[in-house]
């Protein structure tokens, strides 16, 4: 059982924007970092959003990441239909001294 | 570039032991912590836990401690999950991938392609 909660699905239109939040604690999202993911439909996890919100190399900009206290949210603008995927937030949690993940969001596309 | 390439598909039976690998290239493998993660069919992510291959130190998640063994082979460039005896909940795509991890900065930078292993009689 994660103990960042995220919400199951998010949609909206193309061109539109969404917006996942990850719910956690003092212990993980309000000491720690947060990391941001994405996994298309049969492939490997990707790194989005690191370090609250800092995009690696070759990450668009339409992704951002930013976080408030114990939550932490990915903003996706100019929503296209490969954006299509399951999104999962990730932190230190420092009472489990262990990485958790969210339980992950799944985007559709309108 | 950095790539994190796993060994492939198995197929064991409920008792059988097994050791999948994780090569690192493209950087220096002995200075990154490497994470493994479990996604079970149709399931989220799930850190299983981390080994820093410069001198093998590791740190399990309590929910895979015990049930999992993680090693590596610096000369090789490899780390390895391994099982004693598998169980058929232990049916999942297994990922290796970079974890970066200092200051309660950490995260899974790379990501291997992954390893499916079913168990099954």
């Known amino acids: 059982q994660s103990v960042l909660t995220q919400p199951p699905s998010v949609s909206a239109a193309v061109g539109q924007k969404v917006t996942i939040s990850c719910s956690g604690s003092s212990s993980n999202i309000r000491n720690n970092y947060v990391s941001w993911y994405q996994q298309l439909p049969g492939t490997a996890p990707k790194l989005l959003i690191y370090?609250?919100?800092k995009r690696p190399s070759g990450i668009p900009d339409r992704f951002s990441g930013s976080k408030s206290g114990t939550s932490a949210t990915l903003d996706i603008t100019g929503l296209q239909t490969g954006d299509e995927a399951d999104y999962y937030c990730g932190a230190w949690d420092s009472s489990l001294s262990a990485h958790v993940f969210g339980t992950g969001t799944e985007v559709t596309v309108l | 570039e950095v790539q994190l390439v796993q060994s492939g598909a198995e197929v064991k039976q409920p008792g059988e032991s097994l050791k999948i690998s994780c090569r690192g290239s493209g950087y220096s493998f002995t200075n990154y912590w490497i994470a493994w993660v479990r996604q079970m069919p149709g399931k989220g992510l799930e850190w299983m836990g981390i080994?820093?291959?410069?001198?093998?130190?590791?740190t399990y998640s309590s929910s895979f401690q015990g049930h999992v063994t993680f090693s590596a082979d610096k000369s090789i460039s490899t780390a390895y999950l391994q099982w004693s005896s598998l169980k058929a909940s232990d049916t999942a795509l297994y990922y290796c991938a970079r974890f970066p991890c200092s200051g309660g900065s950490c995260y899974s930078e790379y990501w291997g392609q992954g390893a499916l292993v079913t168990v099954s009689s």
């Open positions: 370090d609250n919100n």
């Open positions: 080994i820093y291959p410069g001198d093998s130190r590791t």
